[in-house]
């Protein structure tokens, strides 16, 4: 494909002929944008910029920058293919102001628009600028819903509304009632609502593994990879290979294999780990979800179209579409309900740092390695191993919410506040105070050997509990039901883990604590654990 646009172009231009601005952010991605389909490409000008405040507010990885600039630049290009003018500003284009509202307002001053019509973005702090333009260009600013969603911010109020409980089961059905998908006459396929307790196998060596799906770098991507290696050389992660999907033909792409190679095993093996499988049979569709080249309507009817096609399994279609329809309309309305006071949230007063190996990979803890140096050579880990694996260390461990969110706002190709902050600070490390999951999802090494074989490669023993080679898990989780004590004895849910500890003899209490403060003084003082 040609790589026309230039940022140098349109400075020569004379003022608008047309009459309205279109800001498209980077994770905006879509045809179907309601800004988009609200205007006339003839008398309408897109905007779409590079800006280094956007790659530099939390250090995004390298991989997740240049995911997110070849998609653009590539969008760009299909707009302009479809009849849209569009100022695109590029990251090294003189003048770049490096930020969304200089930007607009550079944008403004150049082209004199009548009107600015932007879709709403997925970030509160992206909001709040957008709601200073009006008066920073002196044009009136129309800022639409994203109805990419499938649940809008009102059905979400109406659903949550008056309810004691924001439990994402209770939203999934009714979102399979809003959608149809999986129901047959008003009741759910296969006569259960969801199959998650067939979705717990742990996978073994035997298993065949689908091949990856990988896009070849085209001369658009291999600009950008140039691009991000001079420009944010120096943030986390491998940039190549790099095979994302960039365009939404590759996408579906994506989603069509997906379906033929993966999909059936996606339910038994959803929460299954392996050493050197990043993927296992989950779908790594979420980044093309996240920037809008995929709708999650068109992949959840596919999914029920192979499932009704036969050879896909009820449990794996359900337990699909429930991420989808479930888990990620939910994340959003939880969002966009408790934000701005949300990302604040603090319950089990955490304020340990993170440790260093999190950005290093360095450290014996054979399950964290894998899930870490994973994340810094693919940009992205599956479900379990961000829940149970980094998040769960950093929950046991008491590490500060926020440089938790922080790490997983820049590390996942995916992340997008929207999505990544409920999930972080909500589900993995429960300093919503249960707001959103009804009980910490803490674990002892037993779970990660139970699901992986991370244990059997690692220099500490999962079977040990306390002493020196004993796994940091077990001690760290006794450790942090003692000290979350007041917090979490009275949830029904962890009844059964206090008298567990309440029964536990007192010198096999005091391994724990000691053993615990090892590894805490370890992390501490940074020492190799
Ligand atoms: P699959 O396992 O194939 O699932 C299919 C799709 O379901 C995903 O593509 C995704 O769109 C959706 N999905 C699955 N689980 C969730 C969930 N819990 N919330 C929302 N959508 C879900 N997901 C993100 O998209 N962005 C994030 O920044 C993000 N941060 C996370 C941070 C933590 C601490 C945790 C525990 C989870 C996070 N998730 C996030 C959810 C989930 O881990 C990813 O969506 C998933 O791993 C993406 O990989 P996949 O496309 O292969 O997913
Ligand atoms: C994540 C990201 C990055 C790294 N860079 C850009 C960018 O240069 N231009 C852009 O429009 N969007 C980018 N994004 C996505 C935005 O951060 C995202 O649109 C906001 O966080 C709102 O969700
Ligand atoms: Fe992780 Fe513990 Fe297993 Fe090692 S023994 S891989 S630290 S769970």
Not at 66 to 76: C, D, L
Not at 263 to 275: I, P
Not at 470 to 497: H, I, K, S, T
Request: proline letters at 5%; glycine letters at 8%.
């Amino acid at each position: 494909m040609h790589w026309a646009v230039s940022g140098r172009a349109h400075e020569n231009e004379a003022a608008m002929t047309t009459q309205t601005l279109i800001p498209v952010l980077g994770d905006q991605l879509s045809l179907d944008l309601a800004s988009l389909v609200a205007s006339d490409p003839a008398t309408s000008r897109v905007l779409m910029v590079e800006a280094e405040e956007e790659a530099t507010y939390v250090r995004h990885h390298k991989k997740k920058i240049a995911f997110v600039f070849s998609a653009m630049r590539h969008f760009a290009e299909e707009l302009r293919g479809l009849g849209w003018q569009v100022d695109y500003v590029r990251l090294d284009d003189p003048g770049n102001t490096g930020s969304f509202t200089g930007e607009v307002k550079r944008a403004a001053t150049r082209l004199k628009p009548d009107a600015i019509r932007v879709t709403e973005p997925g970030e509160w702090r992206v909001l709040e600028a957008m709601r200073r333009w009006e008066r920073e260009t002196g044009v009136p600013v129309e800022m639409l819903e994203d109805d990419r969603f499938l649940c809008t911010h009102g059905q979400f109020a109406e659903w949550a509304d008056g309810r004691k409980q924001l439990r994402m089961e209770y939203f999934y059905r009714e979102m399979r009632r809003e959608t149809g998908l999986l129901m047959e006459d008003g009741e759910p396929a296969g006569g259960q609502w969801n199959y998650d307790h067939d979705n717990r196998k742990p996978a073994g060596r035997d298993l065949s593994m689908p091949k990856p799906f990988r896009v070849e770098p085209d001369e658009i991507t291999k600009d950008v990879l140039a691009l991000v290696e001079t420009r944010f050389g120096d943030h986390f992660g491998a940039l190549e290979p790099f095979g994302f999907p960039v365009t939404r033909q590759d996408a579906v792409r994506a989603l069509d294999g997906f379906i033929e190679t993966s999909l059936a095993r996606f339910g038994d093996f959803q929460d299954a780990m392996l050493v050197g499988e990043p993927l296992l049979y989950h779908s790594l569709l979420s980044p093309c979800l996240n920037v809008g080249l995929l709708s999650p309507l068109e992949v959840c009817r596919r999914v029920e179209q192979a499932w009704k096609a036969g050879g896909v399994p009820i449990n794996a279609a359900e337990g699909f579409i429930r991420q989808i329809i479930g888990w990620r309309e939910y994340v959003r309305g939880i969002y966009w309900r408790f934000m701005p006071d949300y990302v604040t949230r603090n319950a089990l007063g955490a304020d340990k740092s993170l440790p260093d190996f999190y950005w290093t990979g360095e450290t014996d803890m054979a399950c964290l390695r894998a899930a870490i140096t994973q994340t810094r050579d693919e940009a992205y880990a599956h479900h379990i191993q961000r829940l149970m694996v980094t998040g769960n260390f950093a929950m046991l461990a008491g590490v500060d919410p926020h440089a938790v969110h922080a790490w997983y706002l820049a590390v996942y190709a995916d992340a997008f506040e929207w999505v990544e902050l409920p999930n972080t600070l909500g589900m993995s490390q429960f300093a919503d105070g249960g707001l959103l999951g009804s009980k910490p999802y803490a674990a002892s090494g037993n779970y990660i050997n139970k699901m992986s074989d991370y244990c059997a490669g690692c220099r500490y023993d999962v079977k040990e509990k306390t002493g020196e080679g004993a796994c940091p898990f077990n001690p760290l989780y006794w450790n942090f039901l003692v000290r979350n004590e007041d917090r979490l004895r009275g949830n029904p849910r962890m009844r059964q883990m206090y008298s567990t500890w309440d029964r536990m003899a007192g010198d096999r209490k005091d391994g724990y604590r000691q053993a615990a403060a090892a590894v805490l003084d370890a992390l501490e003082s940074g020492r190799r654990i």
